[in-house]
């Protein structure tokens, strides 16, 4: 996977929209007055299941200090299709836990959740 990112041309931060697993190489066009940084953000994606497929029958996700949201995608986050949303309380250490009825959510290009890390201490995911 690659992801062309362009600068703006002062020393302002620039953000992708792939979330890559490893860094193997970063190119540039053109010679830059200044070092570059390279680095991460606070966004997180998690497969579930690989690209199997997959019912989602309820899920417990416990709140960080900061509310947010779990974006539940059917397929790679990068290029899948997002079927709901889920939001954090903000209180730290506050559970959600919801039951999906009848057969679930049907992931059938695998599932994967996407999230800001801070929003987060824990996530359990029941399928089947």
């Given at each position: 996977m690659t992801e062309v990112i362009t600068s703006t041309g002062s020393a302002e931060a620039v953000a992708g929209t792939k979330l890559f697993?490893?860094?193997?190489?970063?190119?540039?066009?053109a010679k830059y007055a200044a070092n570059i940084?390279?680095?991460?953000?606070?966004?997180?994606?998690?497969a579930i299941q690989g690209k199997n497929r997959i019912r989602l029958k309820g899920f417990s996700i416990v709140s960080g200090g900061t509310a947010g949201v779990v974006n539940f995608i059917n397929g790679a986050p990068?290029?899948?299709?997002?079927?709901?949303?889920s939001r954090t309380i903000g209180t730290d250490n506050t559970t959600v836990d919801r039951t999906i009825p009848e057969q679930g959510v049907l992931f059938d290009n695998g599932m994967s959740v996407q999230y800001t890390i801070a929003?987060?201490?824990?996530?359990?995911?029941?399928?089947?």
């Amino acid at each position: 996977m690659t992801e062309v990112i362009t600068s703006t041309g002062s020393a302002e931060a620039v953000a992708g929209t792939k979330l890559f697993l490893t860094v193997t190489a970063v190119e540039c066009s053109a010679k830059y007055a200044a070092n570059i940084t390279v680095g991460s953000g606070d966004l997180c994606a998690e497969a579930i299941q690989g690209k199997n497929r997959i019912r989602l029958k309820g899920f417990s996700i416990v709140s960080g200090g900061t509310a947010g949201v779990v974006n539940f995608i059917n397929g790679a986050p990068e290029d899948g299709t997002t079927l709901f949303k889920s939001r954090t309380i903000g209180t730290d250490n506050t559970t959600v836990d919801r039951t999906i009825p009848e057969q679930g959510v049907l992931f059938d290009n695998g599932m994967s959740v996407q999230y800001t890390i801070a929003t987060i201490d824990m996530m359990t995911f029941f399928h089947g």
